[in-house]
């Protein structure tokens, strides 16, 4: 019997299951080499001896690396739009013989994950001084006074009548 390559089988994953593009799986693949060479596992070691924590952080490390500000958005584009996604994808690949034997029954981590937009967007939006943040709380300030300073000025007081 002729041993099938990833493409074939990933091909035939999104022929039964359509709610990922074929992108996705190379995208978790390279993720799962990665983590395993970022925790300095060797080549032989396997995937079923990562947690699925260790999985998810690898998998947002990965995309955050060749993707950048765009990684959620490019996983949302394949279908990916939530760490059960991943577990999911996992789960797959498993099936299909892709991961070797392993032992990914347990789908907990993946839903318990993270938030796609914590992991992916907020690293990339602008961060405020606590300078800055100050400054602004005394303009605030500043113009909330000088309204109330208008207003006294006219010889109105709010909320109060004359008698």
Known sequence: ????????????????????????????RDGLEYTLKTLGKQKHQKIEQLS??????????????????????????WGVKSCRDFGQMIKNMDLYGLLGKTEMGDMKDFQKGYSFTTAFVKPFLPVRSKTAQKEKTRKEGKSSSKRKKKVDDSGKTPNHSKE
């Open 1 to 28: 019997m002729r041993k099938r390559d990833f493409t074939t089988i990933v091909e035939e994953i999104v022929e039964k299951d359509s709610r990922y593009l074929k992108e996705s799986y190379y995208f978790v």
């Open 52 to 77: 699925g924590k260790q999985i998810l952080e690898g998998l947002k490390d990965y995309a955050l690396k060749e993707f950048g500000p765009m990684s959620k958005l490019v996983l949302n584009e």
